[in-house]
């Protein structure tokens, strides 16, 4: 009936008389078309629409609505004639502030815009919209810089009107606004000349301040209220202003107080860091009369709900439970005459008296500062390095046949590009980059341009670390040789793996892999990161690395199991058949952080399986390699404690507990492998999923133990395994890199 109806209704209105609309009346009517659509939203087509095309013939007689052609028509010359106004508008403009963010539709379209904020000279504020685009592809840090780029430039607005940049507390939009430039360049030449950095301002204490400008221009008065601003955000306090409306043009601007235990929301800086690690700190003493007291005072035993359960607390002593100590592995190291010889471990540590076991030689080599501008004594100091630093490395094996190329440049992200591209061209081998008190971004994007964009290895000090350690360098290079040593593709020491396991044959060639998985929000934007690294020498000495992003499927939820896990796996275990002569290791032993013991049965349904599909894929028709699958927890509230009748103190270094308080019939061992230097040392709980090994509980604790000896970057005993602390850090670094979705991000380590 109602189509009936309404061909009964086209047809008659086809009866009408049409009349005939002048061109004058036409543009006028497309123009208000235009805006129409413009202010609603609407479809550019809306006005050739049947029904608008009824409605249109009724009302107007003789007029058609324009058609999809001409709105684009004359949607450009209005943008076109915006963007004009615009320009002449905002170069009269001394100063404003920038409002950038992104908007997904119902769709999934991602949207970003501009606006920018000014004054009037009667102290209103104005919003104008700069630019809206629609978003092609992911929304990542360099697509949002590009466009914040590109409309400052369209629209000629230069550095010096910039005063700040508003936005959310997405990573991808803080890393694109942190190297945007505000105010006068040469404030960024040296830091000194900026008044607002100075020491002193620390300590200015704020109530109240009143400010009468009645003789200051709009101008001024701004500069002033930006300034004093900037001075007490300086000094972390809050900023109020309120206007007097008594005809003065008076401000009076309040400082703040922070109220107690309120949370801020920035990261803490370096000092509040150190305050927190110290809070943190606490004797192993100190932490037993605490567990105790906390005890004693919740009165277990009198709770009527554990009453009821029939549950008794003894609350008399902690439980007293067997440990064994086990024994120290042996790490050889290389003599002057090419020899081998053994570092003796005590308490967790050793000393390195001789030469790494193998060096590479640097040819060309240099040092890049970045920071302020250098006065004569970070010269003087900067030099004193320079001079040193290739004998020290000597002591060490590493040979440096070259004299360094010295580059100066400010943080900014411009230089560093410049340096890196010059570095580069240069064909160096090797770039120690010392930052002074910078940001952590400029860290971040160092290793981004050194590791993925350019390809060059870089080594990063703190010129506050040299400083410090200006007459001790020795023992500041041993500590940064280990790392570049590593870098450079040599080995620092090596242990005997399979001096730790009571039955291994000298055929038998071991691989190591360690897993985990990073978790930032997770969601399209930020996903969870998952790393694996795999040994890829017959000493395992040396790793590669994977990494690989995992997209929730949908709103947030971080993913713990690895959804690649077959592909990294084939992947490492390719690079380990290229670098030990087309071999593959016949036993395999992972170590798997960030699992809850509720997953683990998702982890041997999901990535065990992957594991052995990988190994199908790569050995084909050869034997399969036997398989150890280990979690690694070392977030748990258990704690050990050794009392000789006067003291209370950490377990030793090697002390194993694997009776009393462990799985009644699973295999799981609580292992504390490095000796505590502050604080109450923190035992890593490991947990057997998987054995085809056929490991003994003293083989696998040992084998484990031996493993912490074996990290690069130190010369002491870690937490946890070498491999799994590896892992750990790749996926820690990763959030600074730019993923290709055709393919995963390859390092070598």
Known sequence: MAQILVSFVMLFVGTVHVSVV??????????????????????????????????????????????????????????????????????????????????????????????????????????????????????LSTTIERYIEFELKRLNIKQEQLVSITTDNGSDMKKATSTLKFGDDTSHNDPTDDEFDSDSDDNINFSSLTINDSKLSSIDHYKLLLSVFNLMKKARAGVKFIRNHNGTNEYVIKHVEIVEWERAMRPLDSVQQRLVAQKAIVKPEQRYNEIMDIINKRNFNGDSYLKALNIQVKTEDMLKIQARILPLPQIKYRAQNNQEVVEHVAFGKWKIQNQFRSTSVINKWGMIYFGSKPDNNIIEILKNFEKQLPSL??????????????????????????????????????????????????????KKLGNQKIGLITQCASFQAIQRNSEKLHMYVENLSQKLNAKIGGINGIVNLKAALNQASNNDRFMFFGVDVTHTTSSKERPSIAAIVGSCDPTCSRYAVRLCEQYPKKDRCSIEIIKEMDKMVIDLLRVYARSCGNTLPNRIVFYRDGVDDGQFQKVLDNEVKKIKDACRVVYGQNPLPRLTFIIVKKRHNTRFFTYDGQRTDNVEAGTVIDVDITHPSEFDFYLCSQAAIMGTSRPALYHVLHDENGFSSNDIQQLTYWLCHTDARCSKSVSIPAPVHYAHLAAYASHVYEFDHDGDEILEK
């Open 393 to 446: 490395l000597m002591r060490y094996g590493i040979g440096i046949n070259s004299n360094p190329l010295t580059i100066a440049k400010p943080s900014r992200k411009d230089d560093i590009d410049q340096t890196f591209t010059q570095v580069k061209s240069q064909d160096w081998q090797l770039a120690i980059v010392i930052l002074n008190d910078t940001v952590p971004e400029v860290y971040n994007y160092v």
């Open 22 to 139: 002048s061109p004058e009346r036409k543009r006028e009517l497309h123009t208000a078309a235009v805006n129409c659509i413009l202010r609603d939203g609407l479809a550019l087509g809306v006005f050739r629409q049947p029904g608008m095309s009824q409605f249109l013939q009724i009302a107007v007689p003789g007029y058609a609505g324009p058609n999809g052609k001409t709105v684009r028509q004359k949607i450009a010359a209005i943008y076109s004639s915006y963007t004009t106004k615009l320009r002449s508008v905002l170069s009269k403009v001394d100063f404003f502030a920038l409002t950038c963010d992104l908007w997904r539709s119902s769709k999934r379209v991602h949207y970003i815009s501009l606006t920018g904020h000014v004054f009037t000279n009667k102290y209103k504020t104005v919003s104008i919209v700069l630019g809206c685009h629609r978003v092609i592809g992911r929304h």
